[in-house]
């Protein structure tokens, strides 16, 4: 790629930009967007006040300046931890790559250019002359270079460093912030055994109070999916039999809810009269029972025991885990047969690496088109083409803008993949499809790019060269791909943060809905953040700033002004847009930390080799201690932080317990613990057809919605950055909202 | 290697081995070897009589069908369940290998050698002739091989199986056999947190006491090794001056024992008045505690759950785990620093790889050995050599030699690797010691060899072909390889095999020692069985086996003699010579599962790669379900069996427990608790100075060296298979020997 080319692309994407978020000011401020803009702030049942005026038709950069101010704490109310710690990806991204464009642009880069190695127009071309390529062999100022990668390892490493530290420190004070979270309290329970004797209630219940008798409290068996809904429908049926008969109206008018939730024995208890239809029900119950279910213990440490220990000498059987927060409950996949799991897990992993081939085709058609002109001989067809004056948009901007288009199935994707491998909850499934998302990224994005740009080339130049193995050839390639990937950080970066501030989907379709088909229900409901985009989209950048932060560091400007953007864009959002249904309780971090430490490596790896390559084997050498100590520093963060994400710490329990005993706090929480899992109830929200795109899409609380009606709309830009503390109705307060948090400054 | 190359090598290994195994039966009739030929007999107390006849002096095979009539009772009684999970290893490979054998001899072998693929001299040896290589091209016969492969693999996959269930069945029942071992109510404590203010004995206290009130018991600090040698030494010091003073005779005579073992605040208690002398004692042990305790409790449970449990908010803190038998404790490395750890294993782990490449300066002159004539081009001296008559015994029977020569550096390296490790106890040392070298063996004979042979033949030629890729360069020279590992399986295999009946160290050193040097005390102590070195050979050879089996069949019966014959002897040296002194409860199997799947999904890979290369498609895809499926096979078994190896079930210790409190024996365990982990006394076994590769020799109990001395040795041979129940003294019992085993029968 020429720089015209680039300079194409660039202008391209600058203007899409700038354009989009001049739009976004304005239709930020209009009253019908507010559903499509503030979904969080509905959410949470904040109103405000309409007042119409000119200022509503005039782009202002207001918005960033409100999203610049906001404290961690504000972050904290709206996002939670999650929100918190994908932002502290962004700051880390930012610091490195700031230290990075800084001792990269006033060193390495006019080194690279002023060093000789290559004369201009002889098989490279201008941009080729700012990468590591255009360094003489054997020259002395490749020590500059490798001075370089270790001063930018040692700040990501240190920095890395103290992330850790503070996210899981936040970590654990998310135990101490939200006491009395039910899943503290509740072990889940799978594969009990099937019995002919006896129900899977009746097992349950008799295994843990034989077992656990000091600790158990009650239990709530899972039941199929589905079976649910039609549940529900049979009880009001029943109920309206009943209240036809004159003098039979014992049942209270809600009884779809007081019938089914709570009690001990979660058989199908009407309050009325043993009839034959109930004992129908209560035999129609035991046949759609699954072999899981949710227990509930006496106290914090009880649970944790109970979760951490394997119960039957049969490690398939009675396998406990503790529970997910009742709204984070994926019940669905709690009905799957724990001992078919590995069998999805396998096949999932199966399909994941055949997607994965199959997406070599678009990579490679995208680089056909970036290396258009090596393919004229190949392609004669093509001659004509290139001669024309659209090709620098042809090989600059298209091939990016592919690219981006096939990726935007793979998160829908790999969702879809993690709900079959069997998540029993929604925090960990989208966490799984992160993972897949991110070894998607990095190897299709990444590698598989570079792979098949090198191997177009060298069938353009019709030169077979003797294979050498993958290192060594990444060392060679990567360089040279440095001005495609710039214009993929424009178009998928830089654009694509104008695309989620603008949320043309929602935006459009509420207007189709409101104006077009005049409906009176709304098209847009508040959506959770996804993390499974986003987090590898940052962590794939930085896997590009650190690869090409030495060989070709005219990337890195282009990065720090996404990275920088990107902090304001997703602070904004977090804010305004993205409803909180569940947690993670910050575990993107360990995997932000480990792709950071691949990009380390792999950076010191190929820099090592591609030293080797320009006959500087002593600076090629001094990179073998910065690798052992880059993967010394991992497996230390691994000891030292990584338990923690993974277990709870017993005498944090125990204190806990104990404190809550001497407070007679803990009595009121256990008391309520039965009816905090409520399927009926919660299973309600989830039998609405879903598209799986916008499977994530979650009906809030009913009480937002009327809040809404009598909604006062003013400049939105006035209020949209202060914190208004409006009191938000119990109901409508997000999950991790709890009363009475027992630490609230975090820094 | 040609066919008398491979006959000289295998006249001489037979040789040996039938001149040994004559001379063996001989000599285990003789009273001055007693010590060195039934160590486990004496360690046990058993005794005998002697009786002078010239029986004593002519070689009989009785030896072998006593070993042949033994039941697995008498092997579970005298090698407990590591000894009979080895010689079920050793079973399983007679099993699988008398199959191959079979099929391989009447169906594979014939197809190969009028296969047709290539002319005799062209290229090849007469050897070559008998493998895959001599099958035509495209032929239709390598859809034999292919359905060969099939069942050899589904009979591994279900023999594999039912020993996997058979052994996980005994080792549960390990727990109800020795209901009273300490180890199942005692926790080892690490990473003590370091206080100015009080001792770690104080904290432990403190911080048990604390969260753990209701459950324990005590604790017993560890004091650093080294330490406690002179602690008993000052402390036999002072008794004498204590006795000296006239009327002050308040102490005990064995002071050293009763004044250290015990109570439950560790401090050194002297039983007598407080003197200045006691006082420092006092502080000298506080200053030689160690950050590690043993804490214990009072029910099984309460050790299981807080093994399992995360204690503290910092991962590296209060590090528990159960504690190993007190005779298998490894006292020196308890009180390595546990934050220390993971920098030891990263050191141990350069450090094997480092050796492992060194190991190839070895392998390569081995190799050059065999393919001599191929050398000649290079060296030219080498042409004298290889005129001459010995050749055959250069290239057939030396290379095998030399190689188990060097070979047997590795098992001492490795097990000092794994000390250095850090295992907390000698059976975990051992365990760990035997997956290095099961790792070196594959890599360095296995894979080494065939690469490094290859190399030197085609240096020979000076013909230098495309590099392939590495499973490609396997299928092409596996084959080729067959004849030198041939001569490997009776260099290592056979004739070690009567070096291992034979005992010549021991022989040879007791010989001298008794009647040259006329020493009283004994050369030979009874020593432990080496798992890490005999289980990793029956592993290399299951892998030579598989990978072979249909490649180049002709090493099949040499294998399964090897196997019969190992059988046999290791069954008379179990029940014979070895002591026990602590087991792994039967974890060498879950490694010998995974060898085994390894060999078999290798051989599969490159049985497809090398139908490919044949240009038989179809049977070349026909394997992959079958790597599928044998992949499929093992992740279902490390579902359902490993966790049974890696931790213990809640619900088994609960019922033992309540079992124990019904009958009031558990309050006589727990009293009993306390004093089991004797620090001073267990280690005061340990502080003889030891050779490296003698470590594993450990003193007996003295009791059995005192019932020796009125040994009446009879015909041995008469009475060295029965069962001599002679009741044993309580000391000299063997640790897995308690009293009344709730299970006796073992199928």
Redesign the interface.
């Known amino acids: 790629m020429d720089i015209p080319a680039l300079l194409t692309s660039a202008g391209m994407n600058i203007g899409i930009s700038v354009g989009m978020f001049s739009l976004y000011s304005i239709l930020r401020k209009q009253p019908l967007n507010v559903r499509v803009y503030f979904g969080q702030r509905i959410a949470q049942g904040r109103t405000r006040n309409e007042n119409l005026c000119f200022e509503r038709f005039v782009p202002s950069a207001s918005w960033i300046l409100k999203s610049w101010e906001a404290t961690e704490e504000d972050i904290f109310a709206c996002g939670g931890i999650d929100a918190v710690v994908f932002l502290r990806i962004v700051v880390f991204s930012i610091r490195i790559f700031a230290i990075a464009t800084i001792l990269c642009t006033f060193l390495v880069l006019p080194l690279n250019y002023f060093g000789q190695g290559m004369q201009q127009g002889e098989d490279s071309t201008a941009m080729d002359l700012l990468t590591i390529g255009n360094v003489r062999e054997g020259s002395r100022w490749l020590w500059a270079h490798c001075l370089t990668l270790y001063v930018i390892s040692a700040c990501a490493c240190t920095l890395l460093y103290f992330e850790y530290k503070n996210i899981a420190r936040m970590r654990?004070e998310q135990v101490h912030r939200f006491p009395t979270r039910p899943s503290n309290f509740t072990v889940l329970v799978r594969g009990i055994p099937w019995s002919s004797v006896e129900s899977y209630n009746e097992s349950v219940g008799k295994f843990f109070s034989n077992?656990y008798a000091s600790s158990y409290i009650s239990h709530q068996i899972v039941y199929r999916f589905g079976a649910v809904q039609q549940l529900m429908e049979d009880a009001e049926k029943m109920y309206k039999v009943m209240t036809t008969v004159p003098g039979k109206q014992c049942c209270e008018p809600n009884v779809n809810r007081c019938g089914l939730c709570g009690a001990r024995s979660n058989s199908f208890k009407i309050v009325g009269p043993e009839s034959g239809a109930t004992r129908n029900v209560d035999d129609q119950l035991r046949e759609k029972e699954c072999e899981a279910a949710l227990v509930f213990f006496r106290s914090r440490y009880d649970a944790?025991?109970?979760s951490?220990?394997?119960?039957?000498?049969d490690?398939?059987l009675?396998v406990t885990q503790l529970a997910p927060e009742p709204r984070d409950v994926f019940w669905q996949n709690l009905c799957v047969p724990y001992?078919l799991l590995?069998?999805r897990k396998?096949s999932v992993f199966i399909a994941s690496i055949v997607f994965s081939v199959l997406f070599l085709l678009p990579t490679t058609f995208v680089q056909g088109l970036t290396k258009i002109q090596h393919l004229q001989n190949a392609f004669p067809f093509l001659r004509q083409v290139s001669d024309r004056s659209y090709i620098n948009l042809i090989t600059g901007y298209l091939p990016s803008l592919v690219l981006t288009v096939f990726l935007t199935v793979v998160p829908p994707l790999m969702m879809l993949f993690s709900t079959l491998e069997g998540a029993v909850s929604r925090s960990t499934r989208k966490r799984s499809a992160c993972v897949k998302v991110l070894i998607f990224m990095f190897w299709n994005v990444y590698f598989s790019n570079i792979l098949s740009g090198s191997w177009i080339e060298r069938m353009g130049k019709l030169t077979v060269t003797s294979?050498k193995d993958l290192a060594t050839l990444l060392a060679e390639l990567i360089p040279r791909q440095a001005s495609f990937f710039m214009t993929y950080v424009m178009t998928s970066g830089w654009s694509g943060l104008s695309f989620e501030l603008l949320q043309p989907v929602g935006l459009i379709g509420n207007w189709l809905f409101k104006c077009v088909l005049m409906k009176e229900e709304d098209f847009v409901r508040p959506v959770t953040f996804s993390y499974h985009t986003e987090v590898t989209r940052v962590l794939l950048f930085g896997l590009l700033g650190f690869t090409f932060c030495i060989l070709a560091p005219l990337i890195l400007p282009f990065l720090l002004v996404y990275f920088c953007f990107a902090f304001l864009v997703y602070r904004n959002q977090i804010m305004n847009v993205y409803f909180v249904k569940y947690q993670t309780d910050g575990s993107y971090w360990p995997l932000a930390h480990n792709a950071t430490i691949f990009s380390l490596i792999l950076t010191q790896v190929v820099a090592g080799i591609l030293f080797g390559m320009k006959k500087s084997s002593s600076a090629s050498t001094s990179t073998i201690p910065l690798i052992i100590c880059t993967a010394?520093f991992n497996?230390?963060c691994k000891?030292?932080?990584?338990?923690?994400f993974k277990?709870?710490?017993?005498?944090?329990a125990?204190e806990m317990d104990r404190d809550d005993e001497r407070s007679g706090k803990l009595q009121e929480i256990v008391e309520e613990l039965p009816s905090a899992y409520n399927q009926f109830e919660l299973c309600g929200d989830q039998t609405q057809p879903q598209e799986e795109e916008e499977e994530e899409e979650e009906k809030t609380k009913k009480g937002s919605d009327e809040s809404l009606k009598d909604l006062e709309i003013v400049n939105a830009d006035s209020l949209s950055g202060e914190q208004e503390q409006a009191p938000a109705s119990p109901t409508s307060a997000p999950p991790h909202l709890e009363p009475e948090p027992k630490i609230v400054s975090i820094k």
């Open positions: 654990m077992y944790l025991v109970v951490h220990t394997i119960q039957s000498a490690p398939m009675w001992n590995w069998i396998i294979p010394l497996v230390f000891n030292r932080f990584l338990p923690l277990n709870r710490a017993a005498q944090v125990i």
